[in-house]
């Protein structure tokens, strides 16, 4: 899990860092879990 976290900081974030709220790890954590989990919604 860790080596996945530390290459996820490679990823570059093109969004306007003013209205950033999450930051882009988290997001594709929380995406990745809920692919694995089967989520539809």
């Known amino acids: ?3 996945l976290l530390e290459w996820m900081e ?6 306007q ?3 950033v709220r999450h930051t882009l ?3 594709l ?3 990745l ?3 694995l989990a089967n ?3």
């Open 1 to 3: 899990m860790q080596e």
């Open 10 to 15: 490679y990823i570059e974030d093109s969004r």
């Open 33 to 35: 879990f809920a692919t």
């Open 29 to 31: 954590v929380i995406v």
């Open 17 to 19: 860092q003013s209205k």
């Open 25 to 27: 790890k988290d997001i």
């Open 39 to 41: 989520a539809d919604d």
